[in-house]
């Protein structure tokens, strides 16, 4: 949460936001803003956590004015999936900050198979800037890349999640062997027990080594 928090404290911004991936890291930055921040006589703007993925539809942001992701460790597979969320959250005219990697200036955003409601479609971005300088982080010279979101489908309003049936879920996976995309059982598995983990199942539930 340290850019969070300094973009809280530097600007007089209406709301900064966080999206973290990792719970850990995301209650850890909770914890800083609650506690020990508290008694902290800085004026400083709303910083609001959330604990989800940009690649998830249902993460909203698409009322940010100006967006920043850290994507120097990101591969060209996570880029390009960065800027369809882009495009389909974000309004136009909205500024969009990457560091070491541009994003795809176009692309068409695919539709997802269980929600119409979320938009697909083409989107456009521009590259208004590139800036280098030093990143302590890695070590070196670094560069940043300042994007305008040109055309987007713009998700004005936050969706929840549609509640899938059991039938459902065993579809998808079904679907997902028949496709290839699911080969690797034990990466499925991993993906299983990640996913009890990440939604804060009580530790019994967690799959065992053996699969059982």
Same mark, same amino acid.
Request: charged residues 20%.
């Given at each position: 949460g340290r850019l969070v928090l300094a973009a809280a404290g530097l600007?007089?911004?209406?709301?900064?936001?966080?999206?973290?991936? &990792? +719970?850990?890291?995301?209650?850890a930055a909770q914890e800083i803003a609650e506690t020990r921040l508290s008694n902290v006589k800085v004026n400083m703007a709303q910083a609001d956590f959330v604990c989800g993925s940009f690649l998830d539809p249902y993460v909203h942001y698409a009322d940010s004015d100006l967006v920043f992701c850290f994507s120097t460790c990101l591969g060209?597979?996570?880029?390009?999936?960065?800027?369809q969320s882009i495009g389909r959250q974000c309004k136009?005219?909205?500024l969009v900050i990457?560091?070491?990697?541009? &994003? +795809?200036l176009t692309g068409t955003i695919p539709p997802v198979e269980t929600d119409d409601r979320v938009p697909s479609g083409d989107f456009q971005l521009s590259l208004l800037e590139k800036v280098d300088g030093w990143c302590w982080l890695t070590g070196g010279a670094s560069t940043a890349f300042i994007h305008r979101v040109e055309k987007s489908l713009w998700m004005q309003e936050a969706l929840q999640p549609p509640e899938l049936s059991l039938e459902d879920k065993a579809l998808q996976v079904v679907k997902a062997l028949e496709s290839g995309e699911l080969t690797d059982t034990e990466a499925f598995l991993r993906n299983v027990n990640n996913q009890?983990?990440?939604?804060?199942l009580p530790e019994r539930f967690y799959l065992k080594r053996n699969h059982e």
């Open positions: 600007h007089r911004w209406k709301l900064c936001r966080g999206i973290e991936l &990792l +719970p850990a890291i995301h209650r060209p597979d996570l880029i390009q999936e960065l800027g136009p005219g909205t990457t560091t070491d990697y541009m &994003l +795809p009890m983990i990440y939604h804060g």
